[in-house]
């Protein structure tokens, strides 16, 4: 069956890539093949100077754009000069006025390429008509069709480099443009773009949005979007003494009830305000709106003045949690500091997406813990940041921060944690390593020396060593260039009550990827006392072993941990003494950000196989009934439901299940506990139920409108249709149609596309698995949001024989998916594996699959470490070591008392 399976994945991913190889083999070379060459791109910066667009579309609820754009741009040399463009058609063609009637043939759909003896020395002007696709999926510009009112809604989606299958344009972001557009739609839509609206006149076809020309722009950050949205709007003084911002909020009609306009649009300009004021430099563009788009990929996209977000995050079906607000608040400020890093200096290449990325991340931490000082922001960019890059960075298949790119068709394979969890936390490194003061110093001059310009890494570095009166050359090439991260481990030796030695160790958690040598690191090491106040030593780190000088004499500590306040980037491995402490004295920890801390410590053991999942279960059910911080509480139910459902053997989670489940169920009751825990806990134990007591519990909470004395709404209605789907309940179909009647919202269709998607039936799963390739009508985020339930974990065995399918995709998946898709089709088709066959079939795949490009197989190694660490968790702590003496960190001593 495997065989045969695999025949026909590659047979249907070949006719999908059909046309993209017949394009590699055009005689154009390098330049004129599919994607975007570094090759082009660099010729085309040192060609062209001065570009603008005048672009003029048509669209409609229909499938085609069609439209006319005039590109005018100035020649340092004569030469040729190659436009991009990929999209339906292209018709009359003219170049600086006169008709161009080789146009066609000059195009073979990827570029176009305007013969040298048309261009002249200095202004050019290139005119051309085309036509473009508008789809669910895809498509430059996606269209999404609202359930509740059959309203139409368009918006774009350009980014890394879908700019040329809108218009044709030099699509790489080094060439910025300013962008004048002219959009036509029916006489009933509003639309937004980058500039402010000027007018609208009306025609016989419909209405013609005219747009103020923007400043600057790469062509990734262009953007619009048309339909019947609902516009909330209020004017802002961004900073003191500047005109005031327009500012404004679309959402779709049949849901503008329910967005919290005024709560939104405040916390828009409330990072406007803040940012600028850091940055030394004002909000650069001339208005800000915010829209709320149904079905978006993405948390958010930053085009200046038109930010888009994902609808679902920003308008709750019921009432939020405290981590939800905090995400929130978290994807905006991240948004807003876009639109200095990434918008108004924007990165040469998209090798350094991370410049804009990890800064974003970065920025939305610092703003959130200087806006709100009670949020104890570091804890949360800890526990949202450091886990997903420590599990991606710490594998084979990791990268450097700057990753080499030579195609923008690969640029979907930067984006990751190492850009958007790693990166944030090694900018947190060089702030403690610089300070804080001279850090802001060097940003701020960085943004002033490249407005409205392209930078790289290590102009950014330059302008803050500058600031600080230090060279970071050598730190650079250490954090940005090599592949990588540090495991550090703790040596203490005490004599007479007295320490004599503490000696922090680097190692390299992938030797062979990273090469010898430790990396220069700044930490905080903490010696705790129980009965006195703990000692704060910063340690810096510049080699493989570093003896902590200031450590010695001082009392011997209950515990020592080699990075307390998260400066540093490195997996800290408690030595068993201070493993030994923690299991006793964990829940004492006053300090909800130190406690966090250890926990993600105790964790790192149990995911290195030195401390066995059993015990860190059961230590983890001791304290969660204690556990007063929101998210923690979190953190650690999702890790205990890790521990059982995925490192445990099925012997194992037999026995933990029950009692897993009656803590889960009492942290949901306990209305003691605030509103967050008790959610978490009822998530938790939806997702965790497969015993009939637990299922039968659903099927009541169903029937009625509250669960666990929690009001009772159609998220977590659906995730409980979903689990009982999942478990082969005989009630399934009857239980998913009532629900799909209950509630028959767009996204009430989508939660039942996933709900179906986790019958555990081969028919079934076939039918999704086509529908997911040949089903043009299906939206993007429904196919990511079912990944999930497709490869539900207890479904393994049923699932197995999609890895080499889904596999055998991934090259077709990265040439017509969005940014995100390659990750989350991994993660959940490799996610929902845990046993030795798959890893079987897995290293299998790989080693037959020897032109792999780079890219993807460091995607897949990436995805299968987590694999590996299930069957080696489980194989170390099967039945008959669960209990026995292998189960703690017992055989690496790094602390010793004489």
């Given at each position: 069956?495997?065989?045969?399976?695999?025949?026909?994945?590659?047979?249907?991913?070949?006719?999908?890539?059909?046309?993209?190889?017949?394009?590699q083999?055009?005689?154009?070379?390098?330049?004129?093949?599919?994607?975007?060459?570094?090759?082009?791109?660099?010729?085309?910066?040192?060609?062209?100077?001065?570009?603008?667009?005048?672009?003029?579309?048509?669209?409609?609820?229909?499938?085609?754009?069609?439209?006319?754009?005039?590109?005018?741009?100035?020649?340092?040399?004569?030469?040729?000069?190659?436009?991009?463009?990929?999209?339906?058609?292209?018709?009359?063609?003219?170049?600086?006025?006169?008709?161009?009637?080789?146009?066609?043939?000059?195009?073979?759909?990827?570029?176009?390429?305007?013969?040298?003896?048309?261009?002249?020395?200095?202004?050019?002007?290139?005119?051309?008509?085309?036509?473009t696709?508008?789809a669910?999926?895809?498509?430059?510009?996606?269209?999404?069709?609202?359930?509740?009112?059959?309203?139409?809604?368009?918006?774009?989606?350009?980014?890394?480099?879908?700019?040329?299958l809108?218009?044709?344009?030099?699509?790489?972001?080094?060439?910025?443009?300013?962008?004048?557009?002219?959009?036509?739609?029916?006489?009933?839509?509003?639309?937004?773009?980058?500039?402010?609206?000027?007018?609208?006149?009306?025609?016989?076809?419909?209405?013609?949005?005219?747009?103020?020309?923007?400043?600057?722009?790469?062509?990734?950050?262009?953007?619009?979007?048309?339909?019947?949205?609902?516009?909330?709007?209020?004017?802002?003084?961004?900073?003191?003494?500047?005109?005031?911002?327009?500012?404004?909020?679309?959402?779709?009609?049949?849901?503008?009830?329910?967005?919290?306009?005024?709560?939104?649009?405040?916390m828009?300009?409330?990072?406007?305000?803040?940012?600028?004021?850091?940055?030394?430099?004002?909000?650069?563009?001339?208005?800000?709106?915010?829209?709320?788009?149904?079905?978006?990929?993405?948390?958010?996209?930053?085009?200046?003045?038109?930010?888009?977000?994902?609808?679902?995050?920003?308008?709750?079906?019921?009432?939020?949690?405290?981590?939800?607000?905090?995400?929130?608040?978290?994807?905006?400020?991240?948004?807003?500091?876009?639109?200095?890093?990434?918008?108004?200096?924007?990165?040469?290449?998209?090798?350094?997406l991370?410049?804009?990325?990890?800064?974003?991340?970065?920025?939305?931490?610092?703003?959130?813990?200087?806006?709100?000082?009670?949020?104890?922001?570091?804890?949360?960019?800890?526990?949202?940041?450091?886990?997903?890059?420590?599990?991606?960075?710490?594998t084979?298949?990791?990268?450097?921060?700057?990753?080499?790119?030579?195609?923008?068709?690969?640029?979907?394979?930067?984006?990751?944690?190492?850009?958007?969890?790693?990166?944030?936390?090694?900018?947190?490194?060089?702030?403690?390593?610089?300070?804080?003061?001279?850090?802001?110093?060097?940003?701020?001059?960085?943004?002033?020396?490249?407005?409205?310009?392209?930078?790289?890494?290590?102009?950014?570095?330059?302008?803050?060593?500058?600031?600080?009166?230090?060279?970071?050359?050598?730190?650079?090439?250490?954090?940005?260039?090599?592949p990588?991260?540090?495991?550090?481990?703790?040596?203490?030796?005490?004599?007479?009550?007295?320490?004599?030695?503490?000696?922090?160790?680097?190692?390299?958690?992938?030797?062979?990827?990273?090469?010898?040598?430790?990396?220069?690191?700044?930490?905080?090491?903490?010696?705790?006392?129980?009965?006195?106040?703990?000692?704060?030593?910063?340690?810096?780190?510049?080699?493989?072993?570093?003896?902590?000088?200031?450590?010695?004499g001082?009392?011997?500590?209950?515990?020592?941990?080699?990075?307390?306040?998260?400066?540093?980037?490195?997996?800290?491995?408690?030595?068993?003494?201070?493993?030994?402490?923690?299991?006793?004295?964990?829940?004492?920890?006053?300090?909800?950000?130190?406690?966090?801390?250890?926990?993600?410590?105790?964790?790192?053991?149990?995911?290195?196989?030195?401390?066995?999942?059993e015990?860190?279960?059961?230590?983890?059910?001791?304290?969660?009934?204690?556990?007063?911080?929101?998210?923690?509480?979190?953190?650690?139910?999702?890790?205990?439901?890790?521990s059982?459902?995925?490192?445990?053997?099925?012997?194992?989670?037999?026995?933990?299940?029950?009692?897993?489940?009656?803590?889960?169920?009492?942290?949901?009751l306990?209305?003691?506990?605030?509103?967050?825990?008790?959610?978490?806990?009822?998530?938790?134990?939806?997702?965790?139920?497969?015993?009939?007591?637990?299922?039968?519990?659903?099927?009541?909470?169903?029937?009625?409108?509250?669960?666990?004395?929690l009001?009772?709404?159609?998220?977590?209605?659906?995730?409980?249709?979903?689990?009982?789907?999942?478990?082969?309940?005989?009630?399934?179909?009857?239980?998913?149609?009532?629900?799909?009647?209950?509630?028959?919202?767009?996204?009430?269709?989508?939660?039942?596309?996933?709900?179906?998607?986790?019958?555990?039936?081969?028919?079934?799963?076939?039918q999704?698995?086509?529908?997911?390739?040949?089903?043009?009508?299906?939206n993007?985020?429904?196919?990511?949001?079912?990944?999930?339930?497709?490869?539900?974990?207890?479904?393994?065995?049923?699932?197995?024989?999609y890895?080499?399918?889904?596999?055998?995709?991934?090259?077709?998946?990265?040439?017509?998916?969005?940014?995100?898709?390659?990750?989350?089709?991994?993660?959940?088709?490799?996610?929902?594996?845990?046993?030795?066959?798959?890893?079987?079939?897995?290293?299998?795949?790989?080693?037959?699959?020897?032109?792999l490009?780079?890219?993807?197989?460091?995607?897949?190694?990436?995805?299968?470490?987590?694999?590996?660490?299930?069957?080696?968790?489980?194989?170390?702590?099967?039945?008959?070591?669960?209990?026995?003496?292998?189960?703690?960190?017992?055989?690496?001593?790094t602390?010793?008392?004489?």
């Amino acid at each position: 069956m495997t065989v045969i399976l695999r025949f026909l994945a590659a047979a249907l991913a070949g006719a999908l890539l059909a046309p993209a190889v017949r394009a590699q083999s055009h005689p154009g070379g390098a330049l004129t093949g599919p994607g975007v060459s570094v090759r082009l791109a660099e010729q085309r910066r040192a060609l062209l100077r001065d570009v603008r667009y005048d672009l003029r579309l048509t669209v409609s609820d229909g499938d085609t754009a069609s439209g006319r754009v005039t590109v005018h741009f100035t020649t340092r040399r004569r030469g040729a000069v190659i436009l991009d463009f990929r999209g339906l058609s292209l018709g009359d063609a003219r170049v600086n006025g006169a008709v161009w009637r080789d146009a066609p043939l000059a195009w073979n759909r990827h570029h176009l390429t305007v013969p040298a003896s048309l261009v002249r020395l200095g202004r050019n002007t290139v005119a051309l008509s085309f036509s473009t696709p508008v789809a669910s999926a895809g498509a430059a510009i996606i269209r999404t069709r609202d359930a509740s009112d059959s309203s139409t809604y368009l918006y774009t989606l350009l980014v890394p480099s879908d700019a040329h299958l809108l218009f044709p344009s030099f699509d790489q972001p080094d060439l910025k443009a300013r962008l004048t557009l002219q959009l036509t739609t029916p006489a009933a839509w509003t639309a937004l773009a980058n500039g402010a609206l000027v007018r609208r006149d009306r025609g016989a076809t419909g209405v013609t949005h005219v747009f103020a020309p923007t400043q600057p722009l790469s062509t990734y950050l262009m953007a619009f979007a048309a339909g019947p949205w609902q516009r909330f709007t209020r004017t802002e003084v961004i900073a003191p003494g500047a005109a005031a911002v327009p500012t404004s909020l679309y959402v779709r009609r049949s849901r503008a009830a329910e967005a919290e306009a005024d709560t939104l649009l405040a916390m828009n300009a409330r990072a406007l305000r803040w940012l600028g004021q850091y940055f030394g430099v004002p909000y650069a563009f001339d208005k800000y709106d915010a829209l709320l788009a149904p079905a978006f990929p993405f948390g958010g996209m930053e085009h200046p003045g038109a930010v888009f977000y994902n609808e679902e995050s920003f308008i709750y079906r019921e009432r939020p949690t405290t981590s939800q607000l905090l995400g929130r608040q978290a994807t905006t400020f991240h948004e807003v500091a876009h639109q200095w890093f990434g918008d108004y200096v924007t990165m040469r290449w998209f090798d350094d997406l991370w410049l804009k990325e990890g800064f974003a991340t970065f920025m939305a931490a610092r703003m959130q813990a200087d806006l709100e000082p009670t949020s104890n922001a570091w804890k949360t960019f800890y526990l949202r940041n450091k886990p997903t890059a420590y599990g991606t960075d710490a594998t084979a298949g990791t990268t450097p921060v700057w990753q080499a790119l030579g195609n923008l068709d690969q640029a979907k394979s930067n984006y990751g944690p190492i850009v958007y969890n790693k990166a944030p936390a090694v900018l947190r490194q060089l702030e403690y390593l610089v300070g804080e003061r001279a850090f802001q110093r060097g940003v701020q001059q960085f943004l002033r020396r490249h407005a409205y310009g392209n930078a790289t890494w290590p102009a950014l570095l330059q302008a803050i060593g500058g600031a600080a009166g230090r060279d970071l050359g050598e730190w650079g090439r250490q954090w940005m260039l090599r592949p990588g991260m540090p495991v550090i481990t703790q040596q203490l030796e005490v004599r007479g009550g007295r320490i004599t030695r503490l000696r922090l160790v680097q190692r390299a958690a992938q030797p062979a990827l990273s090469g010898p040598g430790g990396w220069p690191l700044k930490v905080q090491v903490r010696l705790h006392y129980a009965d006195a106040p703990a000692v704060h030593l910063p340690v810096e780190l510049r080699g493989a072993s570093t003896e902590v000088t200031a450590a010695i004499g001082r009392p011997a500590p209950a515990f020592v941990f080699a990075n307390e306040g998260d400066y540093g980037y490195a997996i800290v491995l408690p030595d068993s003494a201070s493993v030994t402490w923690m299991e006793q004295h964990i829940a004492d920890v006053s300090d909800d950000f130190l406690r966090a801390m250890l926990w993600g410590a105790l964790w790192d053991l149990v995911r290195e196989g030195e401390l066995s999942p059993e015990r860190f279960a059961r230590l983890a059910m001791r304290a969660l009934p204690g556990e007063r911080d929101e998210q923690l509480a979190g953190s650690l139910v999702g890790r205990l439901v890790t521990s059982v459902t995925r490192y445990a053997t099925p012997s194992l989670r037999a026995s933990l299940q029950p009692a897993v489940e009656r803590q889960l169920l009492a942290g949901a009751l306990d209305t003691g506990r605030s509103y967050g825990t008790r959610k978490s806990h009822l998530d938790a134990y939806i997702g965790l139920a497969q015993r009939d007591a637990a299922l039968q519990q659903l099927r009541q909470w169903l029937a009625s409108d509250s669960a666990a004395g929690l009001v009772l709404r159609a998220p977590t209605r659906w995730a409980m249709v979903t689990r009982l789907v999942a478990s082969g309940s005989p009630d399934a179909d009857s239980l998913l149609a009532a629900e799909r009647g209950r509630d028959g919202t767009t996204e009430g269709q989508r939660l039942a596309f996933v709900a179906g998607a986790a019958a555990p039936d081969s028919a079934t799963k076939q039918q999704y698995f086509d529908r997911w390739f040949r089903d043009g009508s299906l939206n993007e985020e429904w196919v990511t949001s079912s990944l999930r339930a497709f490869h539900e974990g207890e479904q393994q065995r049923l699932t197995r024989r999609y890895l080499v399918p889904a596999l055998d995709t991934l090259r077709w998946i990265q040439g017509n998916r969005r940014i995100f898709f390659l990750g989350s089709w991994l993660a959940s088709t490799l996610g929902g594996q845990s046993e030795r066959e798959a890893l079987a079939i897995v290293d299998g795949w790989l080693a037959g699959e020897p032109g792999l490009p780079t890219d993807l197989r460091q995607k897949v190694l990436q995805v299968r470490d987590e694999l590996e660490r299930a069957v080696r968790i489980r194989a170390r702590y099967g039945d008959e070591g669960e209990r026995g003496t292998a189960s703690g960190p017992e055989s690496r001593v790094t602390q010793s008392y004489q």
